[in-house]
């Protein structure tokens, strides 16, 4: 699970969609493990633009998170990009797996050895949400 860090109990075999685990955030988890990764180590080139693509299970109707993708600087830590995508605006099903998809143009100002980061946020919502098969792709 390289680029996947901390250790953190969001990490779970409750509900996957592929494989053994998916990644949750719930009442008592306000993060979700991340991954990291500087960004030269992502996509060969300079990205003007990213696809990032998981496939979400919502546990109810209230049920909500932020798919959420980061940049920060190599120079200082500072965010150079922070954005996300609202999983609930995509999720017309709960219990059930369902893609949630979002492309990101990314700044001017971002650099290979800037760390890219995503992870699901709760965006205060305390029921589960599940991820899964997370795919990041260059499209510009």
Known sequence: MAG???ATPSLTKERARSGLYSIK????IE??????QLLADVVSSKPRKLR?????????PDADAILS???LSSKDG??????????KEQVKKPGS??????????????????????FLWRAGSGA?????DVELQLVE
């Open 4 to 6: 996947w860090v901390p």
């Open 25 to 28: 955030t719930d009442k008592d």
């Open 31 to 36: 993060y979700s493990l991340t991954y990291r």
């Open 52 to 60: 990032l693509t998981g496939w979400v299970n919502t546990s109810g």
């Open 69 to 71: 993708l980061q940049i």
């Open 78 to 87: 500072s965010t150079v990009f922070n954005e996300g995508v609202n999983v």
């Open 97 to 118: 797996w369902q893609q949630v998809s979002h492309e990101f143009v990314l700044p001017e100002k971002a650099i290979s050895t800037d760390e890219l980061r995503v």
């Open 128 to 132: 589960p949400v599940y991820l899964d």
